[in-house]
């Protein structure tokens, strides 16, 4: 078992990267409510225990709310998860309580910290606590949960980190960083803020064009609020106010900061084009109508050791807790009499067991007992 922030990691995909379809999809009406899906299943079949072990207990609930964020992000990107996906995070969820059990208050004092700069980085990806709690809204989650999860997750990294004594040193992270000088070079950056009139369905798959009226009266609008940014107009109010992206309307327009080859390429050209404080024309991609104001640009740089040590660090020691864990895992679940539940989750788990244990037993099988 590899361990990974998976429940802040799925649930983050969502809220990051969703698109509108996303969060038109996750807010359905379900059985006449307003009610996430996973409430909506809670309501209809219960919220049974669906693992149990030492000292904790997993609900159905715990594992919806994963994997239906999960799989509304992985449809708003055409794309299908595979048929185990369930069963993978519910593994997860069982290692996180697993090494929770056996954390200390050390584990929990360096899991908070970690789980802080966390929720920090991805606020400062964001704009602000109220643009996560707008865009939240797609998974059916609250900040104060996903903050939750992430502390968890964080313990129980810390815990793992200790019971498997994992400690990298300054000299390895700098062998690597010497060894890898393509992995710390920064591309140029641009930092904009946009207003967006959508000339397509962003409900459909794949997105349908509008009517020709309504995309010509759309057109129209952006026109008359490029002349209102033109003359003076405040950019941010106009963006907040008319604005059909609703994960940057919020804020004022405000996107991350973006790399060449992240964003559509018309919208890149237009961006990396522009100077300092400078207002584009109108520019036309497929989403729809355009108006982009440059607010400042990162030239391309090396980034030195001293701040890319932590994040060395870091990957080194995944590396190594990717190799150690399965073991320590394994071992732990014995121990802590950990049972599944779900009739159908412990049969998927005892069908992908015995064909990893035929897996692990082809090689030696043509091998003769000799060692010949």
Do not use: C, W
């Not at 149990?52 to 449809?75: C, H, M």
């Not at 036309?284 to 391309?300: E, R, S």
């Amino acid at each position: 078992m590899k361990l990974k922030l998976i429940l802040s990691a799925a649930l983050m995909a969502g809220v990051i990267s969703a698109s509108a379809a996303t969060e038109n999809a996750a807010a359905t009406k379900v059985a006449g409510t307003n009610a996430s899906p996973e409430a909506a299943m809670t309501a209809l079949f219960g919220d049974p225990v669906i693992v149990k072990g030492t000292g904790f207990e997993i609900k159905r609930s715990e594992l919806d709310q994963v994997v239906v964020g999960a799989k509304a992000n992985a449809a708003a990107q055409g794309q299908q998860l595979p048929p185990s996906f369930e069963l993978n995070v519910l593994e997860q969820l069982v290692g996180i309580q697993i090494l929770l059990q056996k954390s200390t208050d050390a584990d929990r004092a360096t899991g908070q910290t970690d789980a802080d700069l966390q929720f920090t980085n991805i606020i400062k990806r964001l704009g602000s606590v109220e643009a996560l709690d707008h865009q939240l809204k797609a998974v059916g989650l609250t900040v104060a949960e996903l903050r939750s999860k992430a502390l968890q997750e964080a313990i129980a990294k810390a815990a793992l980190k200790r019971q498997l004594n994992i400690a990298i040193t300054d000299a390895e992270a700098q062998t690597y960083y010497t060894n890898h000088p393509a992995d710390f070079e920064e591309p140029e950056k641009a930092h904009v803020r946009h207003i967006l009139l959508m000339t397509v369905d962003p409900a459909t798959r794949p997105p349908t064009p509008l009517a020709t009226n309504t995309v010509a009266a759309k057109r129209k609008q952006i026109d008359d609020l490029l002349k209102q940014v033109k003359a003076g107009g405040d950019f941010a109010a106009l963006a907040k106010q008319y604005s059909e992206d609703p994960g940057s309307k919020v804020n004022g327009g405000e996107l991350p900061e973006f790399a060449h080859g992240e964003m559509v390429p018309e919208f890149e050209a237009a961006a990396f084009s522009l100077a300092k404080g400078q207002i584009s024309d109108v520019i036309t991609t497929a989403y729809g109508f355009h108006i982009i104001n440059l607010l400042d640009k990162t030239p391309a740089k090396k980034i030195a050791f001293a701040t890319a040590a932590a994040d060395i660090k870091d990957f080194l020691s995944r590396q190594k807790i990717a190799k150690l864990a399965p073991d320590f895992i394994k071992k732990t679940r014995a121990e802590l009499k950990v049972e599944i539940l779900d009739s159908t989750l412990k049969s998927l788990e005892e069908k992908l067991q015995a064909s990893q244990a035929m897996q692990d037993a082809a090689p030696a099988a043509g091998t003769p007992a000799t060692g010949q």
